[in-house]
Structure formats: C-alpha cells, structure tokens
C-alpha cells in the first residue's frame, strides 16, 4: 500500500506511517533477539570453561559432564602453586614481548599510515598489496628458517627475538589498519594548521594524532591480542627462560592423570589480561573500528 493509498483509505496522512511502525518494530525485535543469541552461542564456550574450572578434577572429567558438581578453587590452587611450576615468569613474558612488540608497531606503523594515506606516495595501492601479501604466508612456513637464524645468531630462548618476531608479525595488519583511519582525518585540520605556522612533527602530535586516537587504541589492541595469544613462535623458539603463558599452559595436558579443571583454570588466568585491556579499552575499540564507517 502506497502512501497516498493510505492517506485516501484512512483519511489523514499519518497512516502510512502508522502502518510502516509494526513492521519496523518487529524487524528491530527479530534483530535483537539474533543479535542475543549469537552472544549467547559464543560466550557459552567460555561459560562453560569457567564452570569446568570451579570443579574438581574427577567430576569435571566425567561424561556427560557433572553441572551441578560441588564448585571449588582447586584448580586454581593447582595451576598457581599446586604444580610445582610458577606461572608468573611465563606470564610477566608475554607481558613484556607483547607490550614492546605493541609500542615498537605504534611507532613504525604510524608515519606508514601517514605517508600511505594523507601524503600518499606514488603506487601506494602496490604498497598496500605488498603488506597484504606477507600475511597470506603460513607462519609454519616460516618458523624452520627463523628457528636457524635465530640459532645461528644465539638468540633462541631470548625474549627480545619474540618482540622483534611479533612486531614484524603484526606491522602488515597495523599499517592497513592505521591507513584507513588516517584516511578519515579531514585534511583541511593539517592545512590549518600549516597556515598557523606548525612544522610536521607538530601537526603529526597535536593534530592528527588526537584525532586518530580511536584508531590508534584499535589498532593496538588487536596488536596486543596477537602477541600475548601466539603459541607457534614461543613453542619452537623459546625454553624455560623466555617461555610465555600459552606455551606453560600446554604443559598442564599430559597422557595420564586427570588435568581438565587445572587446564581450564589457567586458560581463564591466562585470558583474564586480554580480557581486562577489552575491557577497559571497549569505548575506544569501537570507535575505532567503526571510523569513518558513518560521513
């Protein structure tokens, strides 16, 4: 039905709108309720993990899995203290090459971005494919060459080669990343701020920066999440002195004995830093994912 069909059968122009309202309600309704079960379908596996974590090691074995088990803290106990490995070194690891692999991204990936985005330079559309493609290599493809240099050169087992490895890992996705957000910054701020008399280093700091924040915040928050989650580089590349968190959580899961409540207990321990970062960064991480999304 037509507006002026509406309008001449009711008699008053708010018709068609009074007709359109329903509809809309209840595909805003149909929309939501996905919306809630998709969330559902993907946080009950980690739900599920915190449960297995809160029970001890017999009843979170058993099949079909014990729900109502009596809930205890041995599983932390266990991965803390209990196992007679510490697990702050190995998470103090990740700390330290994930954050400097961050801040060294930051710094490299930033003047790339500016110089692919607002001053772009002659074929940056081959630049970017370039970056692109050094994605679309398997990391396993690579690890047996890095294994030998980095044992060639004596730096296995060295913390510091993680953070170079990392930061070269994830400087492709940061410079794509931070390109299309510089992208969205208006130009005629720079211009302003050229007239005003400012020099490039300024206009980079006050300028384009505070502007690009959200982006920037996004950008290393997925950085961050690469870092502290890679297993493959840190299982081959380090032993006990430079060995991250994923890499002492894999020591839990053995052939015999019953390790599932202790396992799923660390594996919450270990995520819990991820987890806060998301969350105290939620603000900026939306904004920055959706910059420039909406003129």
Not at 31 to 50: Q, V
Not at 194 to 202: R, V
Not at 251 to 266: E, M, N, R, Y
């Amino acid at each position: 039905m037509t507006t002026a069909t509406a309008t001449l059968v009711s008699g008053r122009p708010g018709a068609a709108l009074s007709i359109r309202r329903p509809r809309r309600s209840v595909k805003t309704a149909l929309r939501g309720t996905a919306a809630w079960i998709i969330a559902l379908i993907m946080i009950t596996p980690i739900l599920w993990m915190m449960l297995t974590s809160l029970h001890k090691e017999e009843d979170a074995a058993t099949n079909p899995p014990s729900l109502f088990a009596p809930l205890t803290l041995d599983g932390y106990a266990e991965f803390f203290s209990g196992s007679g490995m510490n697990p702050w070194p190995p998470l103090m690891n990740s700390l330290t090459a994930s954050v400097l692999s961050v801040i060294l991204v930051l710094l490299f990936a930033f003047p790339a971005a500016f110089a692919l985005s607002i001053r772009p330079v002659q074929k940056w559309s081959q630049v970017m494919f370039f970056f692109l493609t050094t994605k679309m290599l398997p990391l396993v493809a690579a690890l047996l060459p890095l294994y030998l240099f980095a044992k060639e050169i004596g730096a296995l087992d060295n913390i510091f080669l993680l953070v170079i490895f990392y930061t070269a890992m994830n400087l492709p996705i940061a410079v794509w990343m931070m390109r299309s957000f510089l992208a969205e910054v208006p130009v005629e701020l720079m211009e302003a701020a050229q007239i005003d008399g400012a020099g490039l280093p300024m206009i980079l700091r006050a300028v384009i920066f505070p502007v690009a924040t959200p982006g920037i915040a996004a950008t290393a928050l997925i950085c961050f999440i690469f870092s502290w989650n890679d297993l493959l580089f840190a299982r081959v590349l380090t032993g006990t002195g430079a060995q991250t968190a994923p890499v002492f959580l894999t020591g839990f899961v053995s052939s015999q004995g019953l390790f599932l409540a202790t396992v799923s207990a660390g594996a919450l321990a270990v995520s819990l830093p991820v987890m806060l970062v998301g969350m105290a960064a939620q603000d900026r991480l939306v904004q920055g994912l959706t910059f420039g999304a909406v003129k």
